[in-house]
């Protein structure tokens, strides 16, 4: 069982920069694939940027250049950091874990923080 807790949302004007934090809580962290995703009001939940246990990444075109996914498995944290920020990055944003065995697979969703953007 994995916990994830996201921090780090808030107002920003557009062209600004914020940092969003998961803290994840239980065994084997480092064998997770971490993502953020986010979800504006009535569209679908996108994948933003993804890494995976041996830390390649992954990000989005839209995000591409602004956006940097990292994670520190020593302290069990996933980091967002976001910049250039734009009023259409407006979402909340979740943090996701998830791990396969072959046998079973493990998917695990924090409750999200919102970023607003402002122009």
């Known amino acids: 069982q994995v916990q994830l807790v996201e921090s780090g949302g808030g107002l920003v004007q557009a062209g600004g920069s914020l940092r969003l934090s998961c803290a994840a809580s239980g065994s084997m962290f480092s064998s997770y694939a971490m993502g953020w995703y986010r979800q504006a009001p009535g569209k679908q939940r996108d994948l933003v940027a993804s890494?995976?246990?041996?830390?390649?990444?992954n990000t989005a075109d839209s995000v591409k250049g602004r956006f940097t996914i990292s994670r520190d498995n020593a302290k069990n944290m996933v980091y967002l950091q976001m910049n250039s920020l734009k009023p259409e990055d407006t979402a909340v944003y979740l943090c996701?874990?998830?791990?396969?065995?072959?046998?079973?697979?493990?998917?695990?969703w924090g409750q999200g923080t919102q970023v607003t953007v402002s122009s």
């Open positions: 890494i995976t246990s041996g830390g390649i990444t």
């Open positions: 996701n874990a998830k791990r396969s065995n072959g046998l079973y697979s493990y998917n695990y």
